[in-house]
């Protein structure tokens, strides 16, 4: 589900080697804004036996903060605002704030942590219950602006990860996981991501970095955490349809550049056995921008190096991001009003 690949939630597009496992209590020197008042990191806690904690209700949605010609702006904060809403609405939760008011607080939020790159907005029930239907149907909002690597991935004491350029990708063939009479896939729920841990858990003991699922009819979906095109070899792109996977702000970016630079885009059904005898295949999500798959269950995908199109296309994406094109400026929302220094 594509909030980007979230090994900790670095920048691992253009990563190389292994980033270091830090111990010790620093926490990071942020600020994390919780229902309407900026606390300091260590201080926005819940109790382990909130409702959304123990059943797995919390929704949220990631971005990505970029520096451009304007500041610091966060990348299409409204799709992602309205993706977070949608959740809301898709999991049942009664969450009262507006679009309007969010946007605004994730905004004082970036101002508020200088050197952000990423913002992960939540919403859960904070209070402890007993049934699966909180008494207390108070939501909670949780935004925090920070530096994956050097706030999180840097002071992690766990195992040190090593990331790579482009990844090499295993077919789930046990779970079908896009299943719409479960919960919808375009819900960025907690509860959406244990099944898929458990499949990429194991994959990541056998040697591959990442796991295709699959929908109910056994065609490609989604990773766990980003969405998947492949190329064609007559050179046209190809995404699962809409109606199996999240609706990735950074997959609907790049068929909205493919579209404007005249490259043939659409959304199609795939089979497993079919993804590898592709010219490319590569994936998008917020931290994972565009990233090359060298191979799927061991077989490379075309020569096993990234293909022209996803290069091209991840370079614009970039562009794009840094307030380098005109005709996108749009999708940049400074944290700064504008005027202002």
Partial sequence: MADGIERGEGDFRRAAGTFPSVSGPGAPERQIWVDGALVPWEQA?????SHSLQR???IFDYMSVH???RGAAVFRLREHVERFLRSAELVGLPLERGREELEAAILDTVRANPGAKSVKVSAYLPSIEVDVVPMDERVSVAIAAYDPKADVIDKSAGR???WRGAVRLFVEKQRRNRRNDILAPQAKVAANY???MAAKWAARRAGYDEIVLVDEDG????????NLFWVERGGVLRTPPAERVL????RQSILEIAKHDGIDAAEARIRPEELARQAEVFLTGTTAGVLPVESIDGAPVGDGKPGPLGQRLGARLREIQAGGDPAFAHWLAPAEPQGRG
Avoid: I, M, R
């Fill in 247 to 250: 609706l990735g702000v950074t």
């Fill in 219 to 226: 065609f490609v979906a989604e990773t766990p955490t980003a």
């Fill in 194 to 196: 244990t099944s898929p």
């Fill in 45 to 49: 806690t819940v109790h382990v036996l």
């Fill in 67 to 69: 520096t451009t010609p």
């Fill in 56 to 58: 797995g209700s919390l």
């Fill in 160 to 162: 040190p990860v090593a």
